[in-house]
């Protein structure tokens, strides 16, 4: 389902040193797999999954996305089989029409379309069915502006509409780190119930621990733009988040990052 080939990418701005993001990657990812990111900042968790959406083209080595060579297929064209949901519930829907219309245009998305042709009773009809499936009340308030909706309900709608065409793939790029514990919690509940039921092929980016090692099937670990661990299986069920924080702790105490480690921990990533 997807297939990153040694792909490299390297940012360059003026007066500082070049940053080598992704360095020689290679990572085959199967149909239906679900498998989390971990890593500190910079460790290219971000950028690979920008690299599988067509945010940029790679400097060398190919992206196989469901079996075709997407290697320099734009953004755009992409999105036609995967659906993304960022850190910002702000980010991903139009906070100036309704949650109707939202739902609409994520339905329509790369087809032609007229809107207000679109919005049809019918619509509504099935847009209430699969909002009451998200347990917040979003059903009843389809004309509502979804400006005026909470991050919570906003980062669900944005999940619903990355799903609602049931993509090939699905990006989560750490889009619980911005929610308050208990709104998180609803958000993974309600992202493994739609992982689950549509059978998505699934890349998450976390900073928590905890998460990489309880959510999905597979746990990748990267560290200044390369993988340096690929857990599944038996070996994940046996991994601790204990044994995770002491391997990123070896990697970084020449680097002086012990102060982002300790941070972790205090946030609960432990």
């Known amino acids: 389902m997807i297939n990153l080939d040694r792909i490299t990418k390297v940012f360059e701005h003026s007066g500082v040193d070049k940053v080598i993001a992704l360095n020689s990657v ?11 990111i971990i890593g500190t900042n910079g460790s290219g968790k971000s950028t ?23 290697t320099i297929d734009p953004e755009y064209k992409r999105a036609n089989f995967i659906g993304r ?20 245009i ?4 790369g087809k032609p379309r007229g809107l207000k042709q679109g919005l049809t009773s019918s619509n509504r009809k099935h847009y209430k069915k699969i909002l ?7 059903e009843d308030r389809l004309d509502a502006t979804v400006g005026l909706l909470s991050g919570g309900q906003r980062q669900a709608l944005t999940l619903l509409m990355a799903t609602i065409r049931e993509p090939k793939i699905l990006l989560l790029d750490e889009h619980t780190a911005a929610l308050d514990p208990k709104t998180a919690e609803q958000i993974i509940k309600l992202t493994k ?31 200044k733009g390369e993988i340096i661990g690929d857990l599944s299986g038996e070996k994940r069920e046996r991994t601790k988040v204990k044994d995770l ?26």
């Open 26 to 36: 290679s990572i085959e990812i199967k149909e239906s797999e679900f498998v989390t």
């Open 48 to 70: 690979l999954l920008n690299a599988i959406a067509g945010k940029f083209i790679c400097d060398s080595g190919n992206v196989i996305l469901n079996s075709k060579n997407v």
């Open 85 to 104: 949901v960022f850190q910002n519930p702000f980010t991903g829907t139009s906070p100036n029409l309704s949650i109707f219309e939202n739902l609409r």
């Open 106 to 109: 994520a339905e329509l998305r």
């Open 132 to 138: 009451k499936k998200l347990e917040i009340g979003l």
């Open 193 to 223: 119930k739609i992982v689950e039921e549509s059978h998505l092929t699934t890349v998450m980016v976390t900073h928590s621990m905890s998460q990489a090692l309880n959510l999905g099937n597979r746990t990748i670990m990267m560290h």
């Open 245 to 270: 924080f002491n391997k990123f702790s070896e990697l970084r105490k020449e680097e002086l990052l012990d102060d982002e480690l300790i941070s972790m921990l205090q946030e609960g990533y432990y």
